[in-house]
């Protein structure tokens, strides 16, 4: 067992917050800026076969 596990044994698992709760404003700025931003980055491109793939975009 390594660390990790034994200090989960004494103190249990990590706590997790809930998914289920609704966004701020703030996060949903947060999140639509990051987007933006990764979009202005890389480019999907798709296979004939019907996959999907994300490369760099050609500047």
Same mark, same amino acid.
């Given at each position: 067992?390594?660390? %990790?596990?034994? $200090?989960? @044994?004494?103190?249990? +698992?990590?706590? !997790? !917050? @809930?998914?289920?709760?609704?966004? %701020? +404003?703030?996060?949903? $700025?947060? $999140? &639509? =800026?990051? =987007?933006?931003?990764? &979009? @202005?980055?890389? &480019? %999907?491109?798709?296979? +004939?076969?019907? !996959? %999907?793939?994300?490369?760099?975009?050609? =500047?």
């Amino acid at each position: 067992m390594d660390a %990790t596990g034994k $200090l989960r @044994a004494i103190f249990g +698992p990590a706590q !997790s !917050s @809930a998914r289920d709760h609704q966004m %701020t +404003p703030e996060n949903k $700025l947060s $999140l &639509e =800026q990051m =987007q933006r931003a990764v &979009e @202005a980055q890389y &480019e %999907t491109v798709r296979r +004939p076969d019907g !996959s %999907t793939y994300i490369v760099p975009k050609q =500047q």
